[in-house]
């Protein structure tokens, strides 16, 4: 998968710069051809001397070589390129990449690349989260790299947090799945977030979803390779992948519609979002007034994923359950009514799963009602898994 492939590893000055040896060593095992940039902070961290022996090329640092003059061109090293990974990021070379900041090699060949940029930031958990940061991290997302988040543990600091650079074996999994993408081609409709029913002008019925997991699916859709239609309720997240085309809507009835629509043409359907089951029979023209006690009269909305289920061909169609009784009873019931392909099952009686949290610990349930439990993991992670999952199904169908 990886094998004859061109990649540039870009190291930068921070102590996870030792893991850059492992990578390099990885993605040389697995066929690739491996260029290193370093910064000239990251040569008092790790050798270039080991990073040459192990990538198996003289590594670039300087725009030439003041021995013989011999140039580094950045846009050559750019073309060469069929992935940049650079890692560890820190944050003052991801600030100086989202601001255009081109003071070295390894930067300039950045913004020289035509290839896919992957960064995995490594620093402390403080500055990790500093809005500072955080904000260039965002802002590189949007600009179509891909971030491979730090994970959380003991720091270089001796705080324990989030910031350690993910595992050179997590790195190579990103790649590779990247340049497998087992799904390009296919169509893939995601919901996410809430529905808000409106009452009058200012109010509505709403619910806590975040939209953050059925965003992690449509990314995580996308990244491997899919087309993602994702019809998102009213929430604050950003859409990073170029593949993912946001369809915004607000209630219910406008979810209903969009779906209906677009379903015929996809091959896949996750439905994540958080739809409220009830919507006001009458939306008030005028804000309502505060005066006496108010009784709603509520109506049933349509239920968007079972009407899907009606309609399906060969789609895979998956929902979800929340649920804080009875779950696994529950979940296996709206399976059959909904007719899914499975049904992920989050319980609010586990702690760190369902609403706003970064977190999730999901249930898969399948038509043979055979089920598959997944420990507590980030959102992003859940996701992958329920990905890893519609793999399976379509690898078996
Ligand atoms: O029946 P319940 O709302 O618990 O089912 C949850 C699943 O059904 C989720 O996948 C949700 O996105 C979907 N759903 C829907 N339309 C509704 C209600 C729920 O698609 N009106």
């Excluded at 808000?196 to 965003?215: A, L, Q, T």
């Excluded at 019809?231 to 950003?238: E, F, H, I, R, T």
Aim: proline share 4%; with cysteine.
């Amino acid at each position: 998968m990886l094998s004859g492939k061109h990649i540039l590893v870009g190291i930068t000055g921070g102590i996870a710069a030792y893991k850059s040896a492992e990578l390099v060593r990885l993605l040389v095992r697995e066929g690739v051809e491996v260029k290193v940039l370093m910064t000239e902070t990251a040569k008092r961290f790790i050798s270039p001397l080991t990073m040459a022996t192990l990538s198996k090329n003289p590594v670039m640092i300087d725009f030439f070589n003041p021995e013989n003059g011999e140039w580094n061109s950045h846009v050559k090293l750019g073309l060469w390129a069929d992935a940049y990974v650079i890692a560890p990021a820190t944050a003052n070379s991801i600030g100086k990449m989202a601001a255009g900041i081109a003071d070295n090699l390894l930067i300039t060949t950045y913004f020289s690349a035509r290839c896919p940029v992957f960064v995995a930031p490594a620093m402390d958990m403080d500055m990790y989260k500093h809005q500072a940061v955080m904000t260039n991290m965002e802002t590189l997302q949007l600009y179509g790299n891909t971030l491979i988040e730090a994970e959380t543990g003991e720091l270089a600091s001796g705080l324990e947090g989030k910031g350690r650079m993910a595992k050179p074996e997590v790195i190579v999994d990103c790649l590779k799945s990247f340049f497998d993408a087992p799904f390009l081609g296919k169509h893939v409709l995601v919901t996410a977030g809430p529905t808000y029913e409106k009452i009058d002008p200012v109010r509505f019925i709403g619910n806590f979803s975040s939209g953050k997991m059925g965003y992690a699916i449509a990314e995580t859709f996308a990244q491997q390779g899919a087309e993602v239609l994702l019809v998102s309720g009213p929430v604050n997240l950003p859409v990073f992948h170029p593949n993912i085309r946001r369809v915004n809507v607000v209630s219910a009835n406008e979810m209903y519609e969009e779906c209906v629509r677009l379903f015929p043409s996809c091959d896949i359907a996750v439905m994540c979002a958080a739809v409220a089951d009830f919507t006001p029979e009458k939306i008030e023209k005028n804000k309502i007034k505060h005066t006496n006690d108010l009784t709603l009269s509520l109506v049933k909305t349509p239920d968007i994923a079972a009407e899907l289920g009606k309609i399906k061909q060969n789609h895979i169609l998956a929902g979800f359950a929340l649920e804080t009784d009875n779950e696994l009873q529950n979940a296996c019931e709206k399976l059959k009514t909904k007719n899914l392909d499975f049904i992920v099952l989050n319980s609010l009686n586990d702690s760190g799963a369902g609403f706003g949290g970064d977190t999730n610990k999901i249930t898969i349930i399948d038509r043979d009602a055979a089920v598959t439990r997944f420990p507590l993991k980030s959102k992003k992670d859940a996701a992958k898994d329920i990905v890893a999952y519609v793999r399976k199904l379509i690898n078996n169908q």
